[in-house]
């Protein structure tokens, strides 16, 4: 049963520690994207990777770091630095000109 | 980056109404998305869409690619209540996919 799982589907931190979000994916797909939606908003690229051990920045990059180690595996840390971390987070594979989503994140910092 | 415009934002409707809404850019691409969102959970693809002028259905859903390549449209016929969700049109430059700020529909019964 291939997709593409995100854990945990809710996670709470209390403001100024640093959180790693998991994203894995069995669908083989080179590329994986992390998004950040806000309610009633749309998505924002956070950080995406096209090839294992590389990756670039999105439009919102800053307080967020990821690594590419496994084709698989894309993990999002939240860092300490990032001003309003609370948000519903997205992690998103491709291959071709199709995207599919995890079903996200729910992260709330108290 | 790339800028969708979507519309409707918002709209609602009887239950066995048809649906329409529709994006556009003022780029030329050559792959339109239709998503849609239940609350809470991540986007599902609905329709992919690659030639303009392409019309492709999926169940009650109807996508088109628009001939000038700037634009796409869904519909939905005789909507139902699971229909209720967010809808959103994307497109791909290849590394990167583009989103539309979506289109809330909600079915009234």
């Known amino acids: 049963d291939g997709g593409i799982t995100q854990s945990p589907k809710y996670l709470f931190r209390k403001e100024g520690q640093n959180v790693t979000l998991s994203c894995e994916q069995n669908?083989?797909?080179?590329?994986m994207y992390w998004y950040r939606q806000d309610p009633g908003q749309g998505l924002r690229l956070i950080y995406y990777?096209?090839?294992?051990?590389?990756?670039q920045k999105g439009d919102i990059a800053e307080g967020y770091s990821v690594s590419r180690e496994k084709k698989e595996s894309f993990p999002l840390t939240v860092t300490s630095a990032q001003k309003n971390p609370t948000a519903f987070y997205l992690c998103?594979?491709?291959?071709?000109?199709?995207?599919?989503f995890g079903p996200g994140t729910r992260l709330t910092v108290l | 980056g790339q800028q969708l415009n979507q519309s409707p934002q918002s709209m609602f409707i009887q239950e066995g109404e048809d649906v329409s809404m529709n994006c556009t850019s003022s780029?030329?691409?050559?792959?339109w998305l239709w998503y849609k969102q239940d609350p809470g959970e991540g986007p599902v693809l609905l329709i992919a869409?690659?030639?303009?002028?392409e019309l492709t259905s999926n169940g009650r859903l109807t996508a088109q690619f628009g001939i000038t390549r700037k634009d796409s449209f869904l519909n939905i016929s005789a909507s139902i209540p699971s229909d209720v969700g967010i809808y959103f049109c994307a497109t791909t430059t290849g590394n990167q996919f583009y989103f539309g700020t979506g289109t809330s529909l909600t079915v009234i019964p």
């Open positions: 998103a594979s491709s291959i071709a000109a199709e995207q599919f």
């Open positions: 990777s096209q090839i294992v051990n590389d990756f």
């Open positions: 869409l690659y030639k303009a002028g």
């Open positions: 780029s030329i691409f050559n792959t």
């Open positions: 669908l083989n797909h080179d590329a």
